[in-house]
């Protein structure tokens, strides 16, 4: 067994093969725990055959094997109150910002405005698939190794200052929404769970997160005034 760290859980995963522990490595454990870790993940082929049902045959088998292991993680990952969010996550001055929408919706695209707007002055927590852990009454952002196709992610937990849904346009428009605008849309991009139990779980997750932090809805185009409209509406 090799135990990680996602969201301060510690995770030991048996069965996994190279690419998986090579995908892992930057989030391997390195201190001494006392006990069983919090999660265990034992893959199967089984596990390998639901997410070929699931993703359907465009995939490897490494690759299958590795999002068998996230999905393992975030079914278990519910009951320390920690929950996957599709989204593009990226920091400005310690606080994050989260930009979701469907595939297609341009995330990762954004935030590549966001890095060429502002340089190094903002960080990439993760492309594609962070996860969200909440502390008393606040929610943070940490990175995964489920990065998207580009690969950007950092080991790092820092707090969530907004969440942003995506959609194309030729202007920019960006306008807070209600709760009950955000609400279908959080929960249209957060782990479809298979178990009542599960998606009750995370219903309840969703609603917390709305509870904490400012939703908006973006309308915007490719270019760097996008991602300085977003900046200067969701820093207040």
Not at 50 to 58: A, I, K, T
Not at 74 to 93: G, N, P, R, T
Not at 127 to 136: A, E, Q, V
């Amino acid at each position: 067994m090799i135990v990680y760290r996602l969201a301060d859980l510690t995770v030991g995963v048996e069965g996994a093969g190279t690419y998986t522990r090579d995908l892992m490595k930057d989030y391997e454990n390195k201190e001494p725990i006392r006990g069983l870790p919090q999660i265990r993940i034992t893959l199967t082929p089984e596990m390998v055959r639901r997410e070929r049902e699931l993703e359907g045959d465009g995939f490897s088998e490494d690759y299958l094997e590795s999002i068998a292991v996230y999905r393992a993680f975030c079914e278990q990952a519910l009951a320390f109150d920690v929950f996957f969010f599709h989204a593009s996550a990226i920091a400005k001055d310690g606080e994050a910002y989260l930009f979701s929408g469907p595939s297609g919706s341009g995330k990762s695209t954004h935030t590549a405005m966001w890095r060429k707007t502002f340089g190094n002055s903002v960080i990439m927590v993760n492309d594609d698939k962070p996860l969200i852990r909440f502390r008393g009454r606040k929610a943070f952002v940490y990175g995964t190794p489920w990065d998207g196709k580009q690969h950007l992610n950092t080991n790092i937990c820092l707090p969530v200052k907004a969440v942003c849904f995506l959609s194309k346009g030729e202007e920019n428009r960006i306008r807070r929404l209600s709760y009950q605008e955000a609400l279908k849309l959080t929960e249209s991009q957060t782990f479809h769970a298979a178990s009542w139990e599960h998606r009750k779980r995370n219903e309840m997750l969703s609603s917390m997160l709305l509870n904490m932090v400012p939703v908006y809805s973006l309308c915007c185009d490719i270019s760097e005034r996008a991602a300085v409209t977003a900046y200067e509406a969701m820093r207040q």
